[in-house]
């Protein structure tokens, strides 16, 4: 395959992503980003199964020029931040394997970050990939939404935005949002060594789940903005509702359903960690309330229908000396309302 060749003063990319028999997305995932219209970008890949899966010897095959990393299963966050260590760059791309691209996916976000010093992320419009469709001509791409990135609520949960929605060009404006979902996402390398903690870019706490959250979150502490640019086009492989998504009680229990008890144990505690660490007493009255009625709730449901969440309680209180450290070393530098601003 021809590189697009790098244009004097092209900024460098590092794209990062984690392969788990991943093997089935593999050949569409690598051909669209390999093909991208931008040329100064390396990619590496970290394998989690320590070489046990066959993606690495088909990744040597066929790309032998990828850098790749076999580790045991250490989880998204740390995962990501082996990556972040052994590449270079000015900026830093995760993103999940089971996903495509358009050709101008990588050079749409740096032009979004080169425009906007202050930005430490940016993102892009991810729609629904029907990977069943993805040796036809359309390559299983739909109209159907998966992300514009995070939507945060007032009583502390976090949605995909427009999860679900058709997209009718109701996200078609470049605009700023508080954060990015994981599954593509880039960031300023400059920025992320603003808030790393002890060479932790993401919370190694949390194995997998709410990292891109909680990263979010402390990007906005440290007065970064998060892009959204309409104009990077990608396509995800993951279930979305139709309908959208709704924020009702009802809809969030019908949602619980089909997740396996080991998201739930990893959501859950990733969610009290994160909470913990950027909940702040200055909030204003609402959001303290609505936060707090909320956990109240959620306690209450687990101890009738979740009680196997209760150990994941006696684990966090086990890491509460290591939140507390993490917390104190939190880059506070905008007022509280700066971050309700952004709470619906």
């Keep these: 395959l021809i590189r697009v060749p790098i244009m004097v003063n092209q900024r460098r990319v590092a794209v990062g992503t984690i392969v788990y028999n991943s093997g089935k997305y593999l050949p569409y995932f690598l051909k669209s980003v390999v093909n991208q219209d931008y040329g100064n970008f390396e990619i590496v890949i970290q394998d989690n199964t320590n070489g046990a899966s066959k993606d690495l010897s088909w990744i040597h095959k066929n790309y032998p020029k990828i850098k790749t990393i ?33 050709k101008n996916f990588i050079s749409e976000l740096v032009k979004a970050l080169n425009a906007n010093p202050q930005a430490a992320s940016a993102t892009g419009k991810l729609r629904h990939w029907n990977f069943a469709n993805a040796d ?9 939404i998966d992300t514009t990135g995070l939507l945060f609520l ?12 058709i997209d009718e060009g109701q996200f078609d404006q470049p605009e700023e949002i508080f954060g990015a979902s994981g599954a593509a996402v880039i960031y300023r390398r400059r920025s992320l060594n603003e808030v790393t903690y002890q060479e932790e870019y993401f919370d190694e706490l949390m194995f997998m789940y709410k990292e ?49 008890k080991t998201i739930k144990k990893w959501s859950y505690l990733n969610h009290q960690i994160l909470l913990r660490k950027n909940f702040d007493s200055r909030f ?40 507390k450290k993490r917390k104190a070393q939190l880059q506070k530098r905008v007022h509280p309302n700066e971050i309700e601003k952004w709470m619906r």
């Design 70 to 102: 076999k580790s045991e299963n250490i989880g998204f966050g740390a995962s990501h931040n082996n990556m972040i260590k052994n590449s270079e760059g000015e900026y830093y791309l995760a993103l999940n394997p089971d996903m495509i691209f358009e």
């Design 136 to 144: 036809l001509p359309d390559r299983g791409r739909t109209d159907l």
């Design 154 to 165: 007032q009583n502390h949960r976090f949605e995909d935005r427009g999860q679900g929605q």
């Design 212 to 260: 891109d959250i909680d990263l979010a979150y402390r990007l906005q502490w440290a007065g970064f903005k998060c892009l959204y640019t309409p104009t990077a086009n990608a396509y995800h492989d993951r279930t979305a509702e139709k309908e959208g998504k709704k924020s009702n009680l009802t809809s969030i229990l019908i949602g619980r359903k089909g997740k396996s």
């Design 284 to 323: 204003s009255f609402k959001t303290k309330f609505k936060t707090r009625l909320f956990q109240i709730l959620s306690h209450l449901y687990l101890l009738l229908h979740e009680p196997f969440l209760l150990a994941q309680r006696r684990k966090l209180r086990q890491l509460l000396p290591e939140i």
